[in-house]
């Protein structure tokens, strides 16, 4: 059997050429870095874990009409999705000030804003994915200010959609990341959410005790990272009550 070609291996995931034209596999895999990479480790299961909340999240978002990339899911750690033009961009939505905000500006973690905060940063690892404005996105080109329009919106209606989600299961959306892909039908182009949307990518604090239950735990050495990520699978009724990420095999007598 011929072997998939590979077409872009990241710190989390690795894209594989899909089976039709347009499309692409994305493996999830259990690598974490944080930092810029500075600090890695290998965590069993949060691939697993990613793909089946990523899903959810995307799967979710279609149906109330937010387009995605996401098609389906294959496996345990794979999801076919529509190829797309990834805008150069992080989009970032908070509620409430935590990490690189209340650093820049001096709020107190856990602050909520008076209203979400976006802010866009220039997608490149070597720069450390700097902050830039609407100013750069147009002298630089990265995308139209009809493209800024549309991602405003896009941005608000998945912060509106998994804050409330989030809250139904008792967890606080403090801010998130998406990234945005540009998918052309014939002469068209339209805008999606692509990349992944997980707690790898989201701030989500239990909203009794505070007890953060994202990337946080490994960033700041705070537990089990898996376990945080099983929480959040578990409330979601994304994963059986009883289940863990990977499944062991059980001997049958
Ligand atoms: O996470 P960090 O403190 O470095 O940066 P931030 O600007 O406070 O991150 C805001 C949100 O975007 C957090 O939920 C991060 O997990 C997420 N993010 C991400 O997923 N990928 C990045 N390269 C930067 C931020």
Redesign the pocket.
């Known amino acids: 059997m011929a072997r998939r070609k590979k077409i872009y291996e990241g710190k989390a995931k690795i894209l594989y050429e899909g089976p039709e034209p347009g499309t692409i596999v994305q493996y999830f895999k259990d690598d974490a870095t944080a930092f810029n990479a500075e600090k890695r480790d290998v965590i069993e299961g949060k691939g697993v874990l990613n793909n089946r909340l990523s899903e959810y999240f995307m799967t979710g978002l279609g149906s109330i009409g937010v387009p995605t990339h996401f098609l389906r899911r294959l496996n345990m750690r794979e999801q076919l999705v529509r190829a797309c033009e990834i805008i150069p961009l992080?989009v970032?939505v908070r509620n409430y000030a935590?990490?690189?905000?209340s650093k820049r500006l001096g709020i107190e973690e856990g602050t909520q804003l008076p209203r979400p905060v976006v802010e866009y940063c220039y997608k490149d690892d070597s720069l450390g994915?700097p902050l830039v404005t609407e100013e750069h996105i147009a002298a630089f080109n990265w995308a139209t200010q009809q493209d800024m329009d549309d991602i405003l919106s896009l941005a608000l209606r998945v912060n509106d959609f998994l804050s409330g989600v989030m809250y139904g299961v008792g967890i606080k959306l403090v801010?998130?990341?998406i990234e945005i892909g540009r998918v052309y039908d014939g002469d068209f182009q339209r805008l999606v959410v692509a990349d992944e949307i997980s707690p790898?990518?989201?701030?989500l604090w239990d909203i009794e005790t505070g007890q953060k239950l994202d990337?946080d735990v490994f960033r700041r050495d705070l537990g089990s990272l898996t376990d945080a990520y099983t929480e959040v699978a578990k409330r979601l009724g994304v994963m059986p009550k009883g289940a863990t990420a990977m499944a062991k095999p059980t001997l049958i007598n």
Do not use: L, P
């Open positions: 992080e970032i935590a990490g690189t905000m994915d801010d998130f990341k790898d990518s989201c701030r990337k």
